[in-house]
């Protein structure tokens, strides 16, 4: 089993910027981490993915420029820095992760899930 602990979401003005973290813990081999995200009353929607070797990164076209997703093997944590935010990233942040490979920006890729961190950014 792997346990996944997001952290670091807030309330920040438009044009601020935020780091969430994602710890993940267990003995279960993972090969990758995304970020999802979902806004009150939409769809959970792709946002970043690392693999852990750090050879394939991805973002949603949304984000590109303004997210930067990275790892920290050594503390199992990936990174989600956000930049120049909107009023529509506001969402829920999930943190994921599987081991198989996949459609990486679909949520069905992943098989653990963390609970969530809130990101407000009010307009």
């Known amino acids: 089993q792997v346990q996944l602990v997001e952290s670091g979401g807030g309330s920040v003005q438009a044009g601020d910027s935020l780091r969430l973290s994602c710890q993940a813990s267990?003995?279960?081999?993972?090969?990758?981490v995304g970020w999802f995200r979902q806004a009150l009353g939409k769809e959970r929607e792709f946002v970043a993915v690392?693999?852990?070797?750090?050879?394939?990164?991805d973002y949603t076209d949304a984000v590109k420029g303004r997210f930067t997703i990275s790892r920290d093997s050594a503390k199992n944590t990936v990174y989600l820095q956000m930049s120049s935010l909107k009023p529509e990233d506001t969402a829920v942040y999930y943190c994921a992760a599987g081991w198989m490979s996949g459609v990486l920006s679909h949520a069905s890729s992943y098989n653990y899930w963390g609970q969530g961190t809130q990101v407000t950014v009010p307009s």
């Open positions: 690392i693999t852990f070797s750090g050879e394939m990164i």
């Open positions: 267990g003995r279960t081999f993972i090969n990758f």
